[in-house]
């Protein structure tokens, strides 16, 4: 029986064929260490690496493929910014309630190492919306230094407002970091419109890449200092990073087999008609067969124009825990319970005991599988 | 024209075939987000990287597999261990002059952070070996906090006395970091005897994995505070990492098809007989074959009980560039020309003006090759 994946918030799977098979011919055929070298392999590696930087930034629609910055990771990119900048004591950081523990553990580093002050975002429960306006009278009065958005929320699927965020955080002098590690590649993104400071990525989700690279694209003008520092390949003489991007930010081998699936996923992705779309759809069609499930609770809004396709529910009589092991063991089924590493989110979603079951879509599920999960429901409540 | 590829001390290429197809095995049948699900394929995922930690724990012969902490390179793996020690203002820490960027330039970070001490372990050019008098000597006036030492240099392959300076540093009270990124796979490792506090290791060079995976193997009491910090899978519900290796260190999405492909290695590597040996067969050759023109300058030592198969040169009338650009464009060759990110090697070397040609040898290299290097010699100067 094939697994039906649901879990595509933690990572997309499966990834299309060509992202598979670029992966391993680019390691058997120039898998070496780019832009270390200078030889043939070494200059192929790194050229194909600019390509993705290139292909990336014109996503975003932003300026310079060399402020597109690759990390291992969303998280260390997101470590590199919130450490990178140069925050000190009293500075005032807000952040969403929706934040992964990817921004909330290392704003908890930094209050406790700075002294610095946390704000949470206030959102408006019964509206389900962001409170721009609370938020501008609490710039007012705590002059912002640094407000961190998830672009889209990991739990409940939410689209946060970040053009809006980031024009009052501006009116304020403040900087904008966006997680977009939930939206890249299903949401458009320009970056010339958003204006936020840094948009973090992760390869491994709507990217359609491997697990392995991330990264942030820089849209201004400051310095960022580095958290990793090491060999670069370039002015080795120097015991400091190289002073320009994305040299600056990416000490030790760059990851050329992950990059180059990146690449594949990226270059699949534009010729997809209508990605977000078609998982509109299958998220309507979901959230029909489900809504015929009185026991089925969705945590959120079911608005699908306002959320990705990524839904928390409580199952009546079971935990989130329970349903997730009886879905997994008897219809091998993959969805996950528990928090998602977002706990703030369920203080505000009153879903902490347990957090919820997360049942999340991707380019790859079918209409057939959400209409199997209707029959599996059947077997549960009937 | 296929590619004689002298560059293994940047990473080992090829790979083994068993390493390639793991990784697309894996990546296609369970390449999900491991131990995050809970489910089938999220937990086989967790299976097998836990099983790649057995195997590294046995490989160095540590106490247990929980110490085996995976990041996505041994750069990332120094920087945890170099801001994780909890150094103050003072603290004298010694570093060997082969030290890589990805730790001179930690240190000197730490240097201007925090006002640590710094000094380089004393070596004698004469004999060309470590000199461990001179450094008890140093350690009398200035009690160590932190001894640094590679295992062996990325320049001019020399093996260092590791156990040697374990031995002398902890009679001071002092910890010991051995950066194995050259040695783990081909020398033998066992930390019980070597005995230092932490070993790092990089996937991709002598374990034959892929790049974008390393780590350190924590070899005492001590915890790590963690220097990246975000969602680790379990504990969500806290804003601080959990307390026990290996989730302390490994915040995000675990990288599962380079772990795949380094558990294939460690596996490939275990059914090869004396690979140490075959290597040191093959540098054999190569120095006697480049010892028939007295244009090419060895650097360091050529005893080969001494050195790994890593060979810094200087050839009459051309810069390392010149040569490697020759070597690269009219023989299809690829070496390496610089610094090799080791500026102090070439400090105490003389070769700081323009570096050396590197040439380093693997498992995948074969006498033919060395011999046809000799034939390109002959076009060279004769």
Redo the contacts between chains.
Sequence with gaps: MN?I?F?NA??T???PDIV?ET??EV??KY???AG???????NKAGILIDETRELLAELVNTFDYKSVIFT?????A??SVLFGLDLVKGDNIFYSPFE???????L??LKEKLNINLYEIPFNMETFEYNLDKLEKMYKQHKPSLTVVSHASNVCGLIAPVKGITEISHKYGGKVLIDGAQTLGLLPVDLKEINCDYYVFAG?KNLYG???VGGVIVNNENLLEP???????SN??????PYEYPGRLE????????IAGLNAGIKWLSKQENILEKERELLKTFLRVIGEYPEINVIGTKDTQRILPVVSCLFEGYTP?DI??L??QSF????????????KAHKILGT?LN?TIRISLGYFNSEKEILNFGNILDDIYY
């Design positions: 697994t994946y879990d933690a990572t799977y499966p990834k598979y992966m391993d390691a058997r898998g070496v260490n270390r070298g200078g030889y043939f392999l070494a291992p990771s969303a998280t260390i997101l470590n992964h523990n990817s921004v909330l553990r290392p908890e580093k491994h491997p697990i392995g958290l990793i520092v090491g060999g670069t390949g080795s003489e120097e015991l400091v990073m000490a030790g081998s760059p990851n050329i087999v992950a825990q997730a092991r879905l997994d091998n089924i993959a969805v996950r319970a528990g928090l998602h590493c977002a706990p902490s957090g």
